[in-house]
């Protein structure tokens, strides 16, 4: 069953990329969309409208949402706990903070603030990691989340006061969540940017099982827990990162996205990412085509409708492991 | 072979010097906090020691990377919990992530020593503690590998019967010396001396970290060791089909 479900998530993506890029301010019939998909060097009309606006920002958001996902996945295995999550956890918040600092110290550069977000998720990570301790209980990592989202707050907030109009247009962009304004050149760079954390997560995952087991186990089964969890926070911090520095904050995709998934392909990581990885990016492609519908011509931030479905999700997935003792009996 | 010399961590153990041959079944015991998990744990390389030296088959463990140790040592621990579903098969399968030995007869094997089969698709989490138990042991067979190439290599195990019935703590330790019969060295924490007397070959008794006493099971286990160990006044019974059996007397409390 899973490689059928595999195999159906290819052209499953296909197809919600090709319906999000025909929905906008100007909507596209499927008939429109093929003659515009052939005039490529065309800067007018339909052609520009899906080559430079809508294919840019679908490709990028199925990376993001995908990458998000991954990383939510790997991170509840690294943590044995499937309530963890990058947003969750402060991570997101950390890119966030070292993305704002960023803008205003150093300017708009993309490159920078990629960068910068890149490094913010790192230290993130490792902050929590070494706040939760080795068998890092939820409670911990959560209230280490807590303490980093209201500091990177608190100094996001500071640097509103001190930031010129452009700036704070920018800020304020980021604090929710957009897919608008991509370009190719963003998806030029992400694109290497989660290959790379694919693999590096890719090349762990059975250790990620044995871990799954406790560290203790895993390292008598052969693993080596610390080598494991530092390509899964590489990894992590790529895609975070860089899904903050080209998308601001969008919240809860890798906290539900990835539990959705292991109650039908299981939690076996060489199904789970995979899985986590298109199933993320069909969720984001969608979203982001419902921020478009809403209330055009203006856009919902991609970031306020994810939460507004993820919040709900995560209550109902609390008060389900409150009623069964634990998330998955 | 494995050579403890002058081992030392932390204050829990303290300067053990040891010799285990492969092809016997050692049991560990001595009262809580002695150390015996700490020393599990040492021997099985997961634990680097303050001093001294351990080493298997004349191979320094702290030389030995944890891939190469899990070719030749497997470990059960006293519980493993797991927080996502995974179907028991995989469970057993994950040990041999890195013996590359995880064909599905030898899954199935495992499952059937320990009399899981029949639970193979099932959830583990969703399986008793004794269940779970025996998945495990399951899992570090699978770990060993096929039995016909387990010779020389170590199972060591750690109160690996503490959630089982009668039934199957007398199966774990039949399998874990039936083990020993092939070849293999086995080194179980446990509590239940008498148990350990049935099965093991011999007894290490640790206490307060350190190696009070080491011999075969007719010579140790008597009802001096629950009144050396435990404080507790018992005698020996003579069991003259098996072996020696210790039984304590009754406590009152005032």
């Known amino acids: ?48 409208v899906v080559w430079q606006l809508r294919l840019p920002r679908v490709v990028l958001g199925f990376l993001i949402g995908g990458g998000l996902a991954v990383s939510g996945a790997a991170i509840q295995g690294m943590v044995r706990n499937p309530l963890a999550d990058p947003g969750l956890i402060g991570v997101t918040a950390g890119a966030m903070l070292f993305a704002a600092l960023s803008i205003v110290l150093a300017g708009s550069w993309p490159m920078g603030i990629a960068l910068s977000a890149f ?59 957009s897919l608008a304004n991509v370009s190719w050149f963003e ?36 693993v080596n827990p610390r080598a494991v969890k530092h390509q899964v926070v590489i990894a992590t911090a790529l895609f975070v990162g860089v899904a903050v520095a080209f998308a601001g904050i969008i919240g809860f995709v ?19 990412l995979p899985v986590s990885f298109f199933v993320g990016g069909i969720f984001i492609v969608l979203c982001d085509a419902v921020t478009r519908v809403i209330a055009p011509p203006a856009e919902v931030p991609i970031g306020i409708l994810t939460s507004f479905i993820g919040a709900p999700v995560f209550i109902y997935l609390l008060m389900r492991a409150k009623r069964h003792g634990n998330l998955f009996n | ?27 560990l015991v001595g009262p809580n906090g002695s150390g015996k998990s700490s020393l599990l744990g040492l021997l099985a390389g997961t634990r680097k020691p303050c001093a001294g030296k351990v080493s298997i088959n004349q191979q320094a463990l702290s030389q030995l990377s944890l891939a190469q140790l899990a070719c030749m ?69 699978c770990q060993l590998g096929p039995l016909a190439q387990a010779k020389g290599k170590w199972l060591l195990l750690d109160e690996a019967t503490s959630s089982l019935d009668l039934q199957y703590q007398h199966q774990v330790f039949a399998i874990a010396k039936y083990l020993a019969r092939l070849g293999v060295g086995v080194v179980s924490v446990v509590h239940d001396v008498n148990l350990a007397a049935k099965y093991a070959d011999e007894v290490l008794v640790l206490k307060n970290g350190e190696l009070v006493q080491q011999g075969l099971v007719e010579n140790v286990v008597n009802h001096q060791l629950a009144d050396s160990l435990y404080n507790l006044p018992a005698a020996t019974l003579k069991d003259p089909q098996y072996t020696p059996v210790i039984s304590v007397a009754r406590q009152e409390v005032a």
């Not at chain 2, 494995?2 to 049991?27: C, M, S």
């Not at chain 2, 996502?84 to 469970?91: A, G, S």
């Open chain 1, 1 to 48: 069953m899973v490689r059928s479900i595999k195999f159906w998530l290819v052209p499953i993506s296909a197809a919600a990329m090709v319906l999000a890029s025909l929905v906008g301010p100007v909507p596209l019939s499927l008939e429109h969309w093929f003659s515009a998909i052939q005039l490529r060097g065309d800067a007018t009309g339909a052609a520009a």
């Open chain 1, 119 to 177: 490094l913010g998720a790192v230290i993130t990570t490792y902050l929590v990691m070494a706040l939760a301790g080795r068998e890092a209980p939820v409670v911990t990592m959560i209230l280490a989340g807590v303490i980093i989202s209201a500091l990177a707050g608190a100094v996001v907030g500071a640097l509103n006061y001190i930031a010129d109009d452009n700036e704070l247009r920018a800020l304020t962009f980021w604090t929710m969540g």
């Open chain 1, 187 to 222: 998806v030029a760079i992400m694109l290497p940017v989660v290959l790379l954390a694919l693999g590096l997560l890719w090349r762990v995952a059975k250790s990620l099982d044995a871990l799954l087991l406790g560290e203790g186990p895993a390292m008598e089964m052969g």
């Open chain 1, 254 to 272: 890798g906290l539900v996205i990835p539990h959705m998934v292991r109650f039908v392909v299981g939690a076996l990581h060489r199904h789970l």
């Open chain 2, 1 to 27: 072979m494995i050579n403890v010399e002058h081992l030392q961590w932390l204050d829990v153990i303290h300067r053990i010097n040891l010799t285990l041959k492969p092809g016997r079944f050692y049991a």
């Open chain 2, 73 to 141: 040592r497997a470990v059960m621990p006293q519980s493993v919990a797991l927080n996502f579903p995974l179907p028991v098969v995989e469970v057993v399968k994950l040990g041999a992530i890195h013996t590359a030995c995880d064909s599905n007869e030898l899954v199935d094997n495992c499952l059937e020593l320990v009399g899981m089969l029949a639970a193979k698709d099932k959830l583990y989490n969703r399986l008793s503690g004794g269940q779970q138990q025996r998945v495990q042991l399951a899992r570090v067979l």
